[in-house]
């Protein structure tokens, strides 16, 4: 099955990703199965332009408001305000959750901005497509 994300999931990363620069944002994603409906913004508690850790008690609290209404968290999503929607070497090294776990890149490089997803393979972040669901 085809991975899909929500358009307007998609949009939101954009405004999130805009709202924060020049930091980077963070957050978590939502859905069931390979479709990813849902956007949660969380605490980039790095403040960085560079890097980026979602806060670990929102992380926890926002599993469990999922759990309670039948959903799961699919993915997790980050910017690169200046940089390509490319993993960077921090991104692969912080990456654990393999199989399912989509990771979704923001780039604001250059417009219109550039949303790629990855999943975690034997250390590698390899890119995978997805389609865009109204």
């Keep these: 099955m085809a991975l899909k994300i929500a358009v307007r999931v998609l949009d ?3 405004t999130h990703a805009r709202d924060e620069a020049p930091l980077e944002c963070c957050g978590l994603l939502a859905g069931h199965g390979d479709v990813i409906d849902e956007y949660v913004r969380t605490t980039n508690t790095r403040a ?6 979602i806060d670990p008690r929102e992380h926890i609290a926002i599993m469990k408001d999922l759990r309670l209404r039948g959903r799961s968290v699919l993915g997790a999503y980050h910017s690169h305000p200046r940089t390509a929607a490319f993993p960077s070497a921090t991104d692969v090294a912080e990456a654990h959750y393999e199989r399912d776990f989509v990771y979704v890149i923001v780039s604001l490089e250059r417009e219109p901005p550039d949303v790629r997803a990855y999943r975690l393979e034997r250390d590698r972040l390899i890119e995978v ?3 865009a669901e109204v």
């Design 48 to 53: 960085s332009e560079v890097a980026y850790e």
């Design 129 to 131: 497509p997805f389609e």
């Design 12 to 14: 939101g990363l954009i």
